[in-house]
Structure formats: structure tokens, C-alpha cells
């Protein structure tokens, strides 16, 4: 018999229950590609698992019964559902010329981001830290949104969380030969559409900490010199929830000081989200009196350098996700 089968008492269960919160959500943000939708499911898994304690007869695992009962209710919420993007997933990069963004689209077209502490489970081993960052990057995130649900399932729970073919096939009720092709499946399309999905992020470091903060200086004095020579040359500038992105120096410089320019007088504060440097970023009130959220940048790192500047601008929402004050005074 497991210890959750010797667990007699819902005071006793809950916190078995409860200290695999964080990698559940990890597991359905990855599945799903939103933060919102994985909490959602994972509290649909908790409520599910107390309802069926006393069916729980202690054949696998506990863990191994949660995730179970996650991968259903994730493939139940995608069944129907248009797999979410990143604009540079919809079209060709947009012309800097754009006067405007466009119409807004919904909120579930788009691949969201995550609070690190939301979705990493604490570890002290260097390794399993990287590992669990660069898989649950936007990018890669955005990628697995191309794959078939099961599909999805397969390669999250043997490429990103090592589990043996022999239990995702008990966990999916299927064969080992059915996993193995699946898994096959799932690598070649995630090469077609995105062969760099899986490429390693920089390191956190006091090299990358010293880039962070002549980008802070550089946006916070809207200095565009000072800033795109921070930029890769073809990095790209995304801005959720409107389809419009675009690609390079030239195009992003003219942006914002074009359309962009009401960001002059901004204020950043530093987050964590997708494994990557993110930021609060505050602009200045009509008042002057003070600095109102306006957007959160999360940011790709690759060569030393920025490469993309994914900003969401749905702040009321995401800024009390990532703890972020409603307002700067002063």
C-alpha cells in the first residue's frame, strides 16, 4: 500500500496532494500554453484526485496518479480547441512603417507566460535547473502547441520530465511501440517548425545580469542607440494581443520612436517568467504623478545579446500573476 493509501484523513492527504502543485502546473502550462488555463486544470486534477481517494487503490504511484489525472483534463480542455501561437507563428514579420497595432485578438490565441516559481519546482541540482528552464521557454512552449495533444503528452513526459516508455503507455492506457511512435512523430514536426525551439538559453550570470541592467538604463532613459546595440541583429519585437511583430534593428528603432514613443519616461522592474528575465514596465500617469502598468517584457537571450522582446499587454491580468504593484508613485 502507497502513503496516500495510509493516508486515512483529508488533513493527512491534502499535502501529499498539495507538494505536486508546482510541477503539475509546469506539466499543464507546457500542455496548454497558458499560465491561467494551467492553474485551472491543475485545481480540476486536485479537485478530481480528493474525489477519488478513496477509489485510489495504491497500484502506481502517487505522483504517477496525479499526472494522470492532469493529462486528461488537459486533453479534455484542448479537445476542439485552435492550438495558441506567438505572432511570429501567424505571418510574416509586419512592415515598421505601421502606424498603428491593429485589432487586438483574443486572449486565447496566444501563447501566455508563466511566473518561474509557478511552474519550476525548487532544486538544487544545476542540471535539472537548466533543463526545466529552456523547456518551458516561449519558444519552446509556442512549439509544442504544433503537435497533437497526445502527441504533446508524449514528448513532455519523456523528452522533458525522463519518464520510461513502459509508463506513458500505462499512463495513456496504450502500448510501448505506440509511445515510441509518437515520440518519433512529435520530434519531426517539432524540427519542421521550429528546429531551434530546443537550443539552450544563456545561462543567468553576471554577464547576462550586466546586460540586463544597460537594458533597463537604456529603455528607462529611451536611449534606442544605446539599445539595439544590445539587440541581435535580427531579433524580433512581439506585442500580444495584437498579431503585429517585427524583426531587426531598423524596424524596431523606428517603432518605438514612432507609435512606441509614449513609452518615453518608463520605469522597469525585474521578474522571473518561461525560465528567461522579464519586466514590469511602467508608464508615466496623465497626472505625472505617477507610473501605470502598461506592459510585461519577457525577454530571449541568445550570443550575449537580446533577441527577442516579447511584450504582453495584457497587464490586468498578468501583472497580479507575476506579483507586480498596480502603480508606481513618484
Known amino acids: 500500500m502507497t502513503d496516500l493509501a495510509a493516508a486515512t484523513s483529508p488533513a493527512a492527504a491534502e499535502p501529499r496532494l498539495e507538494q505536486h502543485r508546482v510541477e503539475l502546473t509546469g506539466y499543464c502550462y507546457r500542455m496548454l500554453g497558458s499560465a491561467f488555463e494551467a492553474e485551472d486544470a491543475v485545481q480540476e486534477t486536485m479537485v478530481r484526485a480528493w474525489r477519488g481517494l478513496d ?12 499526472y494522470r489525472i492532469a493529462t486528461n483534463v488537459c ?3 484542448l479537445n476542439g480547441r485552435q492550438r495558441r501561437a506567438r505572432p511570429m ?25 508563466i511566473p518561474d516559481g509557478r511552474a519550476l519546482p525548487a532544486t538544487d ?13 516561449l519558444a519552446f512552449v509556442a512549439a509544442l502547441q504544433h503537435l497533437p495533444p497526445r502527441q504533446r503528452a508524449v514528448l513532455i513526459l519523456r523528452e522533458v520530465l525522463r519518464w520510461r ?12 511501440a505506440s509511445v515510441n511512435s509518437a515520440l518519433q512523430r512529435a520530434r519531426a514536426t517539432l ?32 536611449d534606442l542607440d544605446a539599445l539595439t546595440a544590445l539587440l541581435t541583429e535580427d531579433a524580433t519585437m512581439s506585442m500580444p494581443p495584437y498579431a503585429l511583430w517585427l524583426r531587426g534593428h531598423a524596424a524596431i528603432r523606428w517603432w518605438m520612436l ?29 497626472a505625472g504623478d505617477s507610473h501605470e502598468p502598461w506592459a510585461l517584457h519577457v525577454l530571449e537571450m541568445s550570443d550575449g545579446r537580446i533577441s527577442g ?10 501583472f497580479p500573476l507575476f506579483g507586480l504593484p498596480p502603480r508606481l508613485d513618484g
Open 55 to 66: 477509489r485510489f487503490e495504491g497500484r502506481s504511484a502517487l505522483r504517477s496518479w496525479l
Open 75 to 77: 486533453l479534455d480542455m
Open 89 to 113: 507563428d501567424l505571418g510574416p514579420a509586419s512592415p515598421a512603417e505601421l502606424a498603428t497595432l491593429g485589432a487586438a485578438r483574443s486572449e486565447e490565441t496566444w501563447v501566455e507566460p
Open 125 to 137: 541540482d544545476p542540471a535539472e535547473v537548466a533543463v526545466a528552464r529552456d523547456t518551458i521557454r
Open 165 to 176: 516508455a513502459s509508463e506513458v503507455a500505462e499512463l495513456l492506457d496504450t502500448t510501448v
Open 191 to 222: 524540427a519542421d517548425h521550429h528546429p531551434t525551439a530546443t537550443a539552450a538559453a544563456d545561462p543567468i550570470d553576471d554577464a547576462q545580469q550586466a546586460l540586463l541592467a544597460r537594458y533597463v538604463d537604456a529603455f528607462e532613459r529611451y
Open 258 to 286: 514612432g507609435p512606441g514613443s509614449a513609452c518615453r519616461g518608463s520605469r522597469l522592474l525585474q521578474v522571473t517568467a518561461n525560465g528567461s528575465p522579464a519586466f514590469g514596465q511602467y508608464k508615466p500617469s496623465a
Open 309 to 318: 522582446l516579447n511584450t504582453f499587454l495584457d497587464t490586468a491580468r498578468m
